[in-house]
């Protein structure tokens, strides 16, 4: 028997799986792996987690929006009670820290620079800094980025990294997948010839105010060894691999920690933290470092990657075929999609191009907060809800009749499932007909400002949708052990799944334990996580983007089909003594197998037995296979698998890959015309998610995306002094967000059509309603008092402003 482990590769075809009998898979009522530890109280979050011995660490926070320290005086500092160091920008010992620990300029405020404090306490440390006395170079700044591309405009970055100091972050033609691809780009069809070829055109704007407040207080404890790096730190991607860069260390290891919910904005925190906690451990010879953050300045340390505006231009005949979409997107400091995105990834749109320009501006670092998506599901969203009201036409017949992929029609996809082994199944047709259902669209859909409610108030329906997106270019690796359980009887062996912790509350232990018990046939209850601390390769894809269990997923089930392989061996072959490779055996002791004669082909295992396909009462526990019940020793190798994914790029490199999985959405408002007040009335959200795994963890997803969308179409916004540019509501009072109060009655409803290039079909869900539903806010505004506002969030104000009130 061969036990090199596997490695996965890209799945180009359907997984032909996806119609098998699930025993796992996609069952309710299990209980959650994670679910004790939190309902208890036990679950160590960041802040929780303390090295014996540690010295906490404070960092000055920039108070102004452009700064520069001129001079500073750390003497009271460093003779304060309790202070064991001062790091300053200007140290010569140490060249990454004013580079990355603590610059001498801030380009925000709050901003982490200058000096950091170590000391034996929090209160020692935030004491000291107080006492540190700076003068202030304090340069001039800029907060949008129409502004930071004027002639003229201050240079608001740090220039501690730019070659060229200027404030474009780039002057280029995007192509539809909005990569930074050069001076010329790339682009779909010819839009000039589209404009020629449309019945009508139409033009707007749209602005998108700077969003996101991370939930939990940013901290982070390493310690630095002569060989190694030991890290916990809450965050999307592992400190570690930072710190071991800062550092030299050649290994690290990570501490199983609950996230408190990062949602995009534990990317550059805990890059930035890595950096400093592995410096800072360091010049201390290894003491253990914390480092803390207060709430204003973790919860706003990075921001949305959607703030700024993009001008549309559309054009589309009469009968609602979009023959032409242009934008011109302008965003503060940088963004990862753009607003023609989406529309190449999943319509028949054949012309679409983006000039992009963005630039940076005096604001915390721009991210994928919520996910950089929403700025493509907003340029989708807002341009068929304005080609539909222009046509007065029912929105969801707008996007079936546009329903496509690359500029192709859904012939094209048709014909690719049937290439690639998908399922026939249309999923918008399929997630438009049952929200169509679930909101009662013939009775409540109505043309734009036509119906008023009893109470006066008016009414408006918005529809939006979009695809589902799903694996990414990151990669996933897993290690898979049979292991003794408790006693020395059948059932006795587990699977240990060891990968890197995934907890980020959406329920993913269970999920991978689910996803090993249905592959290698055992019961729930033998499967178990075990997180790996200890990198050597194992760690599956950090808890981030929709796309982990795609990505994930087939890693474990590419190590359970390698560990189901090698029970059914030893239950044809028996165990025998060389299968050590160290050992020199010349007349190997082989022990009788259980099932003698057979094949390993005529095996299965299913509820944790190994049993006979023509003959199922012929069967025996696999704790028995593998524990060799014939002696009180096992006499064969540790049975375990090793599984890897890497996900692959998208586009040119993968050409007949698409993206063929959708879901659709309704938000219902009720309107106030003397007040400007929006009341949410109903959510409706239908999502195929190709497969679920886990129906709880994809419905809690589409609960609080769509609690996070409504946010960031009504409520969120950075509020900034333009006198100072210092913010305004840099904390939870006064940054306003909604709550599930806010959402009316969330209808989720799933549909599972397989035609993603997940395990068994599945694709993500994560993100999805937290991107699209932000832009069916103004769609539902206008259908209710019939004039369009395009400005987010959509506040009263601007409602009244809208109707001539204001």
Not at 93 to 108: E, S, T
Not at 117 to 132: C, P
Not at 389 to 395: H, K, Q
Request: hydrophobic share 35%; glycine share 10%.
């Amino acid at each position: 028997m061969d036990y090199t482990p596997r490695v996965s590769h890209p799945n180009r075809k359907c997984d032909p799986n996806w119609n098998k009998e699930f025993n796992h898979v996609g069952k309710t009522g299990l209980r959650r792996r994670d679910g004790w530890e939190k309902v208890s109280g036990t679950a160590m979050f960041g802040r929780d987690f303390t090295f014996p011995g540690t010295l906490y660490a404070r960092v000055l926070a920039c108070p102004h929006a452009n700064a520069l320290i001129k001079s500073m005086d750390t003497s009271k500092a460093e003779v304060y009670p309790g202070v064991r160091r001062i790091v300053r920008y200007d140290d010569k010992d140490h060249p990454l820290i004013p580079v990355w620990v603590v610059p001498q300029q801030g380009r925000f405020e709050g901003e982490p620079m200058g000096v950091a404090v170590i000391a034996v306490s929090d209160e020692v440390a935030q004491d000291a800094l107080r006492m540190i006395d700076i003068e202030w170079e304090v340069l001039p700044f800029v907060l949008e980025c129409e502004d930071a591309l004027k002639e003229g405009a201050p240079l608001c970055y740090n220039l501690r990294s730019m070659t060229s100091p200027s404030n474009p972050s780039s002057n280029r033609n995007t192509g539809p997948t909005g990569a930074q691809v050069g001076p010329v780009g790339n682009k779909l069809g010819d839009v000039q010839q589209g404009f020629e070829e449309a019945d009508k055109i139409i033009e707007f704007t749209t602005y998108k105010a700077e969003n996101h407040a991370r939930v939990e207080p940013m901290s982070g404890s390493f310690v630095f060894k002569e060989d190694h790096l030991e890290a916990a730190c809450p965050g999307q991607l592992p400190a570690k691999a930072l710190a071991m860069n800062a550092t030299g260390a050649l290994n690290a290891y990570d501490h199983p920690i609950f996230h408190g919910g990062a949602f995009g904005h534990g990317y550059p925190i805990s890059l930035m933290f890595g950096f400093l906690g592995g410096v800072l451990s360091k010049i201390m010879n290894g003491t253990p470092v914390k480092i803390l953050m207060d709430t204003s300045q973790s919860n706003f340390y990075c921001m949305s990657n959607d703030a700024g505006f993009e001008k549309f231009k559309i054009g589309f005949k009469n009968d609602g075929t979009i023959t032409a979409v242009q934008t011109d997107s302008h965003y503060n400091q940088t963004t990862y999609e753009c607003g023609v995105t989406h529309m190449e990834e999943n319509t028949r749109i054949p012309n679409l191009l983006t000039n992009y320009e963005g630039a940076w501006v005096n604001r915390p670092t721009a991210f994928c907060c919520r996910s950089e998506q929403r700025v493509a599901a907003a340029g989708l969203n807002l341009t068929f809800s304005h080609v539909a009201a222009e046509l007065e036409m029912d929105p969801t017949e707008l996007a079936l009749k546009n329903d496509g992929v690359h500029g192709h029609g859904m012939e094209f996809i048709q014909n690719l499932k049937r290439e690639q082994g998908f399922p026939d199944r249309d999923s918008l047709a399929e997630c438009v007909a049952v929200a169509k259902q679930a909101i009662d669209f013939d009775n409540v859909w109505h043309k734009a400002g036509t119906k008023t409610l009893p109470d006066g108030r008016k009414h408006g329906l918005a529809f939006s949708w979009d695809h589902s997106w799903t694996d990414m270019t990151f990669d996933g690796a897993v290690l898979i052990v049979m292991s003794p359980g408790s006693g020395m009887t059948a059932y006795s062996m587990k699977a240990e799944i060891s990968g890197q912790f995934p907890d980020h509350g959406l329920n993913a232990a269970t999920s991978y334990c689910q996803l090993a018990a249905e592959e290698i046939g055992l019961n729930i209850s033998d499967v178990y996580f075990k997180p790996n601390t200890e990198g050597h390769g194992i760690e599956l894809q950090p808890p981030a983007s929709a796309s982990g269990m795609s990505v994930n997923g087939w890693a474990i089930i590419q190590a359970c089909r390698q560990l189901k392989a090698q029970i059914l061996h030893l239950a044809v072959n028996g165990p025998e003594m060389d299968i050590y490779p160290t050992y020199e055996v010349p007349n190997p002791v082989r022990y009788e197998p259980y099932f003698p004669g057979k094949q390993p082909e005529d095996l299965d295992i299913k509820d944790g037995y190994v049993f006979e396909k023509a003959n199922p009462d012929n069967r025996v526990g696999v704790g028995d296979v593998c524990q060799n019940k014939s002696a009180t020793t096992a006499y064969h190798a540790p049975l375990a698998a090793w599984g890897w994914y890497n996900a692959g790029n998208w586009g040119a490199e993968h050409p007949h890959r698409a993206r063929m999985v959708r879901n659709a959405h309704f938000t219902e408002v009720a309107v106030d015309a003397e007040t400007g007040d929006i009341e949410v009335l109903r959510v409706v959200n239908v999502n195929d998610v190709g497969k679920a795994i886990t129906p709880e963890s994809v419905k809690g997803q589409m609960y609080g995306g769509t609690i996070m969308g409504i946010s960031r179409g009504k409520y969120e916004a950075s509020i900034y002094d333009p006198n100072t540019g210092v913010k305004l509501n840099a904390d939870l009072l006064q940054y306003m967000t909604s709550t599930i109060d806010d959402c009316g009655p969330i209808d989720t409803r799933i549909v599972e059509t397989a035609t993603g290039y997940g395990p068994y079909g599945l694709v993500g869900v994560a993100e999805c309603c937290a991107d699209i539903l932000p832009s069916s806010i103004g769609p539902a505004v206008q259908n209710a008092i019939g004039v369009w506002i395009d400005d987010y969030p959509i506040t009263p104000d601007k409602v009244l402003k809208a109707l001539g009130k204001a």
